[in-house]
């Protein structure tokens, strides 16, 4: 039974994170957009910035209001599914989502409401501060979710007593060994991801014809970002990978699908394709190059990389061959997609900026339209690597999983599980209806900014 209710808890919160982490990730990259385009507007007196930021950010509003309510089951999933985990790491877990309501969501809701209704009703400083907050909001709260995650991959600052932890240093916790690459490498995810849907819907409408010069203003916006953003997470995520190697070996041997350690003096082969066969430990069949992984995961020509077999079977973790082609998927799609970035770069640059030459490349700008969902993709195959490949811990090292789960009834589960899989089917059907009435509709181009508001001077009230 304990087993049975482990496994249903497991794709309970597996299915709410895969849910929930497609709208944050859109959230984090549209506000800074929107704060890039609100100042280009202040700055140059361009209506088109105006008209785009009045755009795009009916799109955020849409997405934000789905990522709020789609989170909320995955907290409470710590308390009715995870109580083992919740009483063992409260103390510093607790602490941190409660710092992520407080300083980020809060923020973050708070000015939310400045930004999309204050247009013409706060002087134009305080609007652009509020898109400001509403930016920095869900930037901070990637940084706080990233750290509790992360403290979860490499834990570090605490003691054990008693059965439960206790917080001995908050910096050494909060800044733990994976942090830094965690939190830099999935913010850098979130403004690509935004940067693709923003030029993969311009792409749509230059492929339509449809407003031409106001989609290729943001297409050239986002191509811009995204020719620095793009190799900058391939690089992000390597360092990534050596990280993973040192602190969480069988994690990376499972995604490189590596069994044998290999000899002094020799390299690691690494796989460029496979069939990993847990059972049998060991690949049924592998397309390898001599001596590579050691030069991925240690940045060295003989480094030491630890096989799979050097784990008992209980210390591994499950599932290789998902592990492993969802990392393969994560990085190939991050390749195509720096490649894609160069390319159109430099067939823009070619045509020398020409609308009418960027619209005669009908071919580019449908594999651009194409690539919306391929972020997606990586994003969600990136974090299967992270939580599938750190179990059979929750805690990484110190409590396994099956130690974690709550003792509840299996069916309390199957039921609770059957009503988020149905809210979040109508939540998607919401989601995808309104956005497309978004789309339909298309920008407003005779509008106008509202007339300034001017500061406010405090005034003095005699007698008191």
Same mark, same amino acid.
């Given at each position: 039974m304990l087993s049975h209710v482990l496994e249903l808890s497991r794709a309970q919160f597996a299915m709410t994170a895969i849910f929930h982490i497609l709208w944050p990730i859109l959230t984090i990259s549209l506000s800074a957009f929107l704060l890039l385009l609100e100042v280009l507007w202040l700055r140059t007196g361009e209506l088109m910035y105006y008209r785009h930021a009045r755009f795009w950010t009916k799109l955020l509003v849409l997405n934000f209001a789905v990522g709020v309510v789609s989170g909320i089951p995955m907290e409470f999933q710590f308390g009715t599914n995870w109580a083992g985990f919740s009483q063992f790491s409260g103390q510093f877990i607790g602490n941190i989502l409660g710092f992520e309501g407080a300083m980020a969501f809060m923020l973050e809701a708070g000015f939310i409401g400045v930004m999309l209704l204050g247009w013409g009703r706060v002087p134009r400083g305080v609007h652009l501060f509020a898109t400001a907050m509403v930016a920095l909001g869900s930037s901070i709260s990637a940084f706080w979710i990233m750290v509790a995650n992360s403290w979860m991959q490499?834990?570090?600052?605490?003691?054990?007593?008693?059965?439960?932890?206790?917080?001995?240093?908050?910096?050494?916790?909060?800044?733990?060994?994976?942090?830094?690459?965690?939190?830099? &490498?999935?913010?850098?995810?979130?403004?690509?991801?935004g940067m693709f849907v923003i030029a993969g819907v311009s792409a749509w409408n #230059?492929?339509?014809?449809?407003?031409?010069?106001?989609?290729?203003?943001?297409?050239?916006?986002?191509?811009?970002? #995204?020719?620095?953003?793009?190799?900058?997470?391939?690089?992000?995520?390597?360092?990534?990978?050596?990280?993973?190697?040192?602190?969480?070996?069988?994690?990376?041997?499972?995604?490189?699908? &590596?069994?044998?350690?290999?000899?002094?003096?020799?390299?690691?082969?690494?796989?460029?394709?496979?069939?990993?066969?847990?059972?049998?430990? &060991?690949?049924?069949?592998?397309i390898e190059v001599p001596g590579m992984l050691s030069i991925l995961g240690t940045h060295s020509l003989h480094g030491k990389v630890k096989g799979l077999t050097d784990f008992a079977r209980a210390d591994q973790p499950p599932m290789i061959a998902l592990l492993y082609y969802a990392f393969r998927a994560m990085a190939g799609i991050g390749f195509a997609f720096m490649l894609l970035a160069f390319w159109t770069a430099y067939a823009l640059r070619k045509a020398r900026g020409s609308l009418?030459? #960027?619209l005669a490349q009908r071919k580019l700008l449908l594999a651009w339209v194409l690539c919306i969902p391929l972020p997606y993709v990586a994003v969600e195959a990136g974090w299967i690597v992270r939580e599938v490949g750190r179990q059979p811990w929750i805690v990484y090292g110190l409590l396994r999983t099956k130690d974690a789960v709550s003792t509840v009834a299996a069916s309390s589960v199957s039921m609770s599980?059957?009503?988020?899989?149905?809210?979040?089917v109508v939540l998607l059907v919401t989601f995808f209806v309104l956005a497309r009435r978004w789309l339909r509709t298309g920008p407003d181009l005779t509008s106008t900014p509202p007339a300034a508001v001017a500061a406010q001077t405090p005034t003095t009230v005699s007698g008191y």
């Open positions: 490499t834990p570090a600052g605490i003691s054990i007593v008693d059965g439960k932890i206790v917080v001995t240093d908050y910096v050494a916790a909060i800044f733990n060994p994976d942090m830094a690459w965690g939190v830099s &490498h999935m913010w850098v995810a979130a403004i690509e991801t #230059l492929f339509r014809r449809r407003n031409p010069e106001f989609f290729a203003r943001s297409f050239k916006i986002a191509l811009t970002v #995204l020719v620095f953003v793009a190799p900058l997470q391939i690089w992000l995520g390597d360092s990534s990978g050596v990280s993973v190697f040192e602190s969480q070996p069988a994690k990376g041997a499972a995604i490189e699908g &590596h069994w044998d350690t290999n000899k002094p003096g020799m390299g690691a082969a690494w796989s460029l394709l496979a069939w990993p066969d847990q059972e049998k430990q &060991h690949n049924d069949w592998s009418a030459a #960027l599980m059957a009503m988020f899989f149905a809210f979040y």
